[in-house]
């Protein structure tokens, strides 16, 4: 593929060598000539000193010709605007923006512009490292009812209608490996599944205890 990255700080350069190294064919545009030189020799791209939004720059970049252009610049404004240039006026088929402020993700969203997003992609790592909790209350019916989520988190063997009987209980979804499913009276429901159920606030501590090691109440 041929890519035209505009701007070349640390996400930028980095970037552009990883995908110069696949065998992809890059160009970088950045108005700053020692970021540039921080590519260093071995990078086989073309570099372009400029304004990363001059229709001159881009055309000299060969936009024409770009399979995808990553404006990956500190500053919202020129990775909005590059983008824009590039969908409007050059027709890029593929065309992606970071996004540094979060608020702003609106405006990028509301132009149709594909984001990456690296601060969220390290909050969300971060989330995912972190001890999950076994149960949430998705809501209160009423003061005797709640729908809860539930990870299942000890080995039983024991199905959708057992658990139903035994703790007078409505499962209604059944999530493993991302796919939720509408659950089957003879489905099992095993340690890593989580459940989503509707049970009597008097019953929901000796069902949590029956599928969870830690006590959550």
């Known amino acids: ?87 409007k006026i050059f027709q890029v088929p593929k065309i992606f923006a970071r996004v540094n402020d979060p608020e702003k993700n609106y405006f990028y969203n509301k132009l149709g512009i594909s984001t990456i997003n690296p601060i ?3 909050i969300d790592m971060i ?32 199905t959708v209608s057992e658990l139903e009987n035994k703790f007078h209980c409505i499962i209604s979804g059944l999530l493993k490996d991302g796919k939720l499913s509408l659950p089957r009276k003879n489905d099992s429901v095993m340690k890593g599944i989580r459940m989503y159920c509707t049970v009597a606030v008097k019953d929901k501590g000796k069902l949590i205890n029956y599928l969870c090691k830690e006590n959550l109440l």
């Open 120 to 122: 969220q992609y390290e």
């Open 127 to 158: 989330k995912s490292r972190l001890p999950i909790s076994s149960m949430d209350v998705v809501t209160s019916l009423d003061d005797n009812y709640e729908i809860i989520d539930l990870l299942v988190n000890r080995e039983k063997k024991v």
């Open 1 to 87: 593929m041929y890519i035209i990255i505009i701007g070349c700080g640390r996400f930028g350069s980095k970037l552009a060598k990883d995908l110069s190294d696949e065998g992809n064919d890059i160009c970088v545009i950045d108005r700053n000539e020692n970021k540039l030189n921080n590519l260093g020799s071995g990078f086989n791209g073309q570099k372009i000193k400029g304004i990363e939004f001059d229709s001159d720059k881009l055309m000299e970049a060969g936009i024409n010709q770009a399979d995808a252009l990553i404006a990956v610049t500190p500053d919202d404004n020129i990775n909005i605007t590059v983008s824009m240039i590039a969908a």
